[in-house]
């Protein structure tokens, strides 16, 4: 590619940027993790310095997993994937809140990004992803496409089909745009070209810009983005967005714009430390406040457990020189008009950056549930157009579709290897041949049986082509969904302290008179359709199978109010009303420690349903590490 038009970036700029992406990164985290809570709250906080300050800073998830996404890129190389980076959360990241442990289990049971994000993932709008924007801009400075291309790749890991895709893709594009560009309103409208209008993430984004253009206080602003984008979610990313927005327009240096994002509160590690970063890209370390960076030294603190098999130099000197060498390569390959010199030319920097974003759009179309494949004669797709859970007798809807990318006419076969007794219709092998250029799809539907169906199910498509090599063959796995009995909706008294029939059945391993079977194929428990819109109470059992004693944080997340009961105990109660927050760890109310028994366990459940819809979900982890677990059986009964 030959570029009529060049911008020249000094090394010794670049790197003054890197350098202080890190470093203000590091304040705006350490800043802000104090505050951190798991819900909103309408009182702004009220901190213009440090409100603790140990040696190093205080360690933060946005920065330690963007060290091993640099090991990730020095060990995979450049053209790093979803799927590579996929690995890298298995073997390196402890950490499970929310998306993160959500989408791991997915990950454990055989799903691949994106899938991975997408399924069984209440999360996909939070901000695990846009946290980790600032590893892609360093090392596509000024091309803000490459750098959207990686946050992409990173994003549909853990948040596949959500808002916070959008929200790392911001991100990304205006921070690669900060190492040419220093006019933040211009960089917040290039990060705003780059995702659609009609996203959450843009509407609170724009909210706190013309808030600020219409001459409203920064105060005023942050009331304005809660009417917006309003989610009882401390992490819901796009009030998040919205609010390092004000601390970018309205912050008159850098320590008042990273404690006035900060102290509009929600996540406020998150928004510090992404508007000290954008701040120091911009401004270069030489440009940040020594009083605000000296105290924070030149090493990243790494929480002891939660990061393993690191080998990433959490040194920022170190940090700071690979990821520079990386971006080298980076730009050579992509064949960039960025030229390192001894001298910086910005002057072709805005039309640079602004051919640039149409190349992005691409992204915002791709589907969350399907798989693609580069199979070098030809691309090929997988979809789950039911989604990724097999339900006992349900027919499974997927297609595969192969797209010819040689010059020559292909032929060949798809054929589908189904698990073990699962029926395929309508046929297990399609001919194909393919003009250049040209692609066919094929629709299949899988049924099981309930005794065919396992936690894990793991099936295969191959793609066979006459007078080629052979393609690998493509992963085709499904999970197993989660079996329910329901009882009846009781309605008087609407009381979750009056005792109902159902309640003698809190130890019982049969399918006693009036339970109802139900599979369901996410954590969801979807019970309002059977309110028919009025109060009442009703109960729920489940029969989780272990293969070991082991201790465990159980939930029932939900918007009312629930008691739980395990293996005939009653152990916990819904404390107080709190907002749905369905993730393994817990909400404050909805969630308690408790033993699984080696075998079968039962767990029955009350839930009270008054005017208001109910949403309820049911969690299960191991109690340490609050890690889902995949050896469990949750998707058949024991007599099943």
Known sequence: MIFMV???????????????CWIGKNAGGTLGGPLERIWGQ??????????????????????????VWLQALKERGIHLTARDLAEYWLDCISYNPDEYGLHKTNLRKGLQPPISGWYNNWFKNCMGSPIRSEIWACIAPGQPHIAAKYAYQD?????????????????AVLESAAFLINDRMKLLEIGLSAIPEESLTSKAIRTAIQSYNTGRSWREARERVKEAVF???????????????????????FGDAICKAVNCGWDTDCTGATVGAIWGIINGMSGLPDEWVKPLGDEVTVREGYIRNLRAPTNLDELTDDVCAIGKKVLAVYESPIEFSSTDDFSAAEEIITSSIGKIKKFWGLPPNRLDFELVSVKASITYVDGPAILPEVPNKFTVSVENIRPEILSGRVVVDPPHAWILKPQREYRF??????????????????????????????????QRPDVLRLPLNFVGGFRWLVSQVYREPVSLDASFPPEKDACSFDLDEGWKAASWPENALEIEPLFEGKPGVIYLRHFIYSPSERKAIIGVPNNNRMKLWLNGRMIHETERVVPLRPNYGGDGSNYVKDTLKEGWNHIMIKILREEKPIEAHFTIAHEKWHRGMTEIIQHKFPWE
Not at 8 to 16: A, N, V
Not at 49 to 58: D, F, M, S, T
Not at 158 to 167: I, N, P, Q, T
Not at 435 to 451: D, K, P, R, V, W
């Open 6 to 20: 060049v911008v020249k970036l000094s090394l010794e700029t670049y790197r003054d940027k890197v350098y202080g």
């Open 42 to 67: 309408d009182e702004m906080f009220d901190v213009w310095w440090y409100p603790e300050l140990p040696e190093g800073g205080i360690p933060n998830d946005d920065l330690e997993i963007q060290l």
């Open 155 to 171: 994003a549909i890991c853990d948040h596949a089909g959500g808002e916070s895709v959008y929200g790392e893709i911001f991100n």
């Open 231 to 253: 989610s009882p979610v401390a992490q819901f990313s796009p009030i998040n967005l919205g609010f390092q927005t004000i601390g970018l327009l309205y912050g008159e240096n």
């Open 433 to 466: 041949k393919l003009q250049a250029g040209e692609s066919c799809e094929f629709t299949f539907s899988l049924t099981a049986s309930i005794g065919d169906v396992k936690t894990s199910n793991r099936g295969t498509v191959r793609i066979l082509l006459d």
